[in-house]
């Protein structure tokens, strides 16, 4: 098996829309009371085949945001897209989540709950099933999610490496 290449994307020539995944209040107890920060989840993608995602972490929310789509920016992987889905079937794992991506046809949509949708949008991917299995957990799915994506194997290139057509590859 070969190593997998992540493709890393520069930002600058591309324009990203950004997703926010969650937000989650923290309390830190001291003696003199709580002490209130924020985190944030945030996907960021320019929905043909680009997709990141960051964690901020700030005392105010619109702070957090801004610092977890900085980090998503820094984090960003190219994806490979055959028309509107994913070119095959693939698991994605990170930590406790455990994630299943599988093509669709034409016209059946995004079938995936809420954080693997806010990663397969922003990605660019139009048709596709999709469960979350294990952790619930945003952080985990979203990773997990991310894994799957960057596993993926674009079909060009690998009809290049085994020297086969393109219909090959798929039918065999």
Known sequence: MSTI???RVKTSEIELKDRLVSIQRVAKVTKGGR??????????????GVVGYGLGKAKEVTEAIAK????????LVKVPILNGTVPHE?????????????????????????????VLESAGIH??????????????????TV????????????????SVSLAKVFNG
């Open 35 to 48: 002490t209130f920060s924020f985190s944030a989840i945030v996907v960021v993608g320019d929905e043909q």
């Open 127 to 144: 048709n596709v099933l999709a469960k979350s299995k294990g952790s619930s957990n945003p952080h985990n799915v979203v990773k997990a």
């Open 147 to 162: 894994d799957a994506l960057v596993k993926m194997r674009n079909p060009h290139t690998v009809a290049f490496q085994r």
């Open 68 to 75: 977890g789509i900085d980090d998503a920016k820094k984090n």
């Open 90 to 118: 693939q698991i994605g794992k990170f930590s406790g989540g455990f994630v299943l991506i599988k093509p669709a046809a034409v016209g059946t949509g995004v079938i995936a709950g809420g954080a693997m949708r806010a």
């Open 5 to 7: 290449n992540i493709k």
